[in-house]
């Protein structure tokens, strides 16, 4: 490994009572290279003298190739490689690269090694394996910018501190992925309008001083194949020039009929140090997807599996294609051992364009449902920058790492969405005995407006380290939001104008090192807006929803931090918020108040060298509290008072059979509401995932097997007629080779 020293750090409150490892001893137990020992090695170092924010494959891919960079503790940066299934560090809490013993909130984290394992070629399969995170509604597959953290729904999913939900761009691809961090608990201190339940936030790969090419093949059930290719390296021979290059381009059949689906990502990122404390790194990411637009089956009068989960009702060879070019550009530069400072930006252009046929109604038969043709043309530009500050410093003998911030956001989007009526053209289907090929209705209802959102905001967070076994930490974000919306056909106009504050405060104890025990609070703030929030509200905008959030747990280390558990009893109000209209699926209402509250658990890491494992149990009542539609008490939709997942391998270290691993999963769902009215419910499941894999040398084979015993259950559900089928058993073979 290849490390940089940093300038002397000076003794402060912040490291006072902390082991110091000596440099070579460090070095030494990085490179013994033993599963399980790695993330001692960090644990034991806490930071103090050295942080390596590794970039590069991990361990997933073979070997770990050396980072080439340093950082200071507590600084802004993005963390490289992890090993296992446990992160002891995490960036999405605080902005800096801070342990999680330290943070007084929980961040689960999937590293690469965990994507690998499973096979994931998009980051809502790794979602399957993240306790108390739910699937809600798809978008007919185009989207995954809805799902639940601890019991409320949520659409924030951000890539390296940048929100990706402006626009409708398709579900990220696993590929260039490092790791995905959940954090459970407000951020809005940091983020800004978010949701008092948690947020994703997801770290792409990074250039590496290691100059290496990974190719990969993958072939599955429904005619699935893909190919990859992870290279990187220096671009100069002092290696102040260095490049990651990631490319992933397939084609899969579907359980569904007549849906299939192509995609190419192709992901190039150049960094370059231009002197020993200032680098500039340009990140690029293109992604082009095709897919046949799915709202999944029906149920009717309440009953599921009237009809196979894989009839398909729309029209084939209807499909909707998606395009989505984004860059980011980052400055890091470092003034002296204690403060640092990042200038970011972020531009993200993207289309979605296609037709669908969509069910609106079933007739008095309960077999003749009526559809509409639905035509899609929508196209958005972002634009946003950070500028952010941190620096280290005591006062009064109390360490502190200040984080100052400033965003700008600009986001402009068009819509037109035009549709058939089915009063004139009902464009019916029999849900039994389909009849493809009709004539498609004549478009006679149109819709066409314009969305700008503007936003400024500035926050400030400060982590204290009161003494050695007290740390707290207090921020506070404020946001200044402009929206202008301009309804071209037909013709309406809507002005939004909002200044809110998010302030957020924890606190930390250790009792002893591998023990901390937290407290956190924290509030959010989101407006109601887009085409939905603007049409359904009659007489103007719905006013924005607010929530705050607290949580108080423990979190502990075993085995020499090598295995983490974490516990945790939250509760979550939120008001003014929006839910699909049970007497109209084309809009949706106020559901005023809702709250969730519960207790999670949750264990990442290895309990042996050759054990590794990820699981998690959650409970979370989520249940309306105010409203004037809905029940007060009424379940919330797609979310499950008893959820859980345990993902488990055993890999062989030693003898003949070294690097073979064999392991598998289970995932376990409760009984769902399965519309906002509570008139219907998604029953519980549980499904089985197998795996094995091979490391010889350079080379990796596995073999996944999905739902092993072929479970029918349905994943989620936006009301009567959109309800999402989860697939039957599926096998996916991979092979890759590192040159």
């Not at 503790?73 to 960036?91: H, K, N, Q, S, W």
């Not at 449902?369 to 003998?397: C, H, K, M, P």
Request: aromatic share 10%; glycine share 10%.
């Amino acid at each position: 490994m290849t490390v940089r020293s940093n300038p002397p750090v000076p003794n402060s409150a912040a490291s006072a009572g902390r082991r110091r490892v000596p440099r070579l001893a460090l070095a030494a137990i990085l490179s013994a290279g033993a599963p399980g020992f790695e993330a001692r090695a960090q644990e034991s170092t806490t930071l103090d003298e050295i942080s390596v924010a590794g970039e590069g494959s991990g361990r997933a891919a073979g070997n770990a190739p050396p980072s080439g960079r340093t950082t200071v503790p507590g600084a802004i940066g993005l963390i490289g490689p992890t090993p296992g299934y446990r992160a002891d560090r995490a960036v999405s809490s605080t902005k800096t690269d801070t342990p999680q013993r330290d943070v007084p909130q929980i961040v689960t984290v999937a590293p690469r090694e965990v994507i690998t394992d499973l096979a994931a070629t998009r980051v809502d399969r790794v979602f399957n394996y993240t306790p108390g995170v739910a699937q809600q509604n798809n978008f007919g597959g185009l989207s995954i910018f809805s799902y639940a953290i601890r019991g409320t729904t949520t659409s924030e999913i951000y890539k390296n501190g940048f929100p990706l939900n402006r626009g409708t761009p398709p579900p990220p691809d696993a590929q260039n992925v490092e790791r995905i961090e959940v954090l459970k608990g407000p951020g809005g201190g940091l983020f800004g309008r978010s949701d008092p339940g948690g947020l994703v936030n997801i770290i792409t790969k990074q250039p590496t001083a290691e100059r290496f090419v990974e190719m990969g093949g993958l072939w599955g059930s429904f005619e699935q194949f893909r190919g990859t290719v992870d290279s990187g390296g220096a671009l100069n021979e002092d290696g102040t020039l260095l490049y990651r290059f990631n490319l992933a381009a397939g084609r899969q059949n579907s359980f569904r009929d007549f849906v299939d689906s192509d995609r190419l990502l192709v992901a190039p990122v150049i960094s370059w140090q231009v002197t020993p404390d200032t680098r500039i790194t340009v990140e690029t990411e293109f992604l082009r997807n095709r897919i046949v637009f799915d709202r999944g089956v029906i149920a009717v009068n309440g009953r599921l599996g009237v009809i196979p989960i894989s009839r398909f009702l729309g029209e084939p060879g209807q499909s909707t294609y998606q395009t989505n070019n984004s860059m980011q550009v980052r400055v890091d530069h470092r003034f002296d051992a204690d403060w640092q400072m990042r200038l970011a930006t972020y531009f993200n252009t993207g289309t979605l364009e296609g037709e669908s046929a969509e069910i609106r109604a079933i007739a008095a038969d309960n077999r003749t449902v009526s559809r509409d043709r639905n035509v899609r043309d929508y196209r958005w530009d972002v634009a946003i920058g950070q500028a952010e500050l941190v620096g280290r410093f005591d006062t009064a003998g109390i360490g502190h790492t200040l984080l100052l911030g400033f965003e700008r956001e600009s986001t402009d989007s068009r819509t037109v969405y035009n549709r058939s009526t089915i009063a004139r053209n009902p464009f019916a289907i029999d849900i039994y005995d389909p009849r493809y090929g009709q004539p498609l209705p004549p478009i006679d209802r149109f819709r066409n407006n314009i969305e700008r959102i503007t936003n400024t905001a500035l926050y400030a967070q400060d982590q204290i380290a009161l003494s050695p076994e007290w740390k707290a930490l207090v921020g506070a974000r404020f946001d200044f939001f402009e929206q202008s919306f301009r309804e071209r056909i037909p013709r309406s106009q809507v002005d939004q104008n909002y200044f809110a504050a998010t302030p957020r405060a924890g606190l930390v104890y250790q009792p002893i090192p591998e023990l901390a025990l937290y407290a956190n609070v924290g509030t959010s703030f989101r407006p109601n807006i887009g085409p939905d929030a603007a049409a359904s509200s009659r007489s103007g905008p719905f006013a924005p929803e607010t929530g705050i959030g607290y949580d108080v747990g423990a979190k502990i280390d075993l085995f020499g931090g090598a295995l983490g558990l974490t516990a945790a009893a939250f509760r979550v109000d939120r008001r003014n918020v929006l839910t699909p209209d049970p007497n109209n699926t084309a809009f949706s209402l106020a559901a005023g108040g809702v709250r969730s509250q519960g207790f999670e658990l949750t264990a990442a890491g290895q309990i042996t060298p050759e054990i590794k494992l990820l699981a998690g149990y959650v409970f979370a009542d989520a249940v309306v509290t105010e409203d004037n539609v809905l029940p007060v008490g009424s379940p919330l939709i797609n979310v499950p008072r008893h959820s859980g997942s345990l993902l488990a391998v055993h890999e062989v270290q030693a003898g003949p059979w070294k690097g073979f691993g064999i392991g598998g999963g289970v995932r376990g769902v409760g009984e769902r509401a399965a519309d906002s009215a509570n008139t219907f419910s998604l029953p519980a499941y549980i499904a089985v995932d197998a795996l094995a894999y091979y490391r010889y040398e350079n080379f990796r084979f596995s073999l996944n097997v999905e739902n092993v015993f072929d479970s029918e259950y349905y994943e989620s559900s936006l009301n009567r007629f959109r309800i999402y089928p989860g697939a039957p058993r599926r096998f996916t073979g991979t092979m890759t080779v590192r040159f």
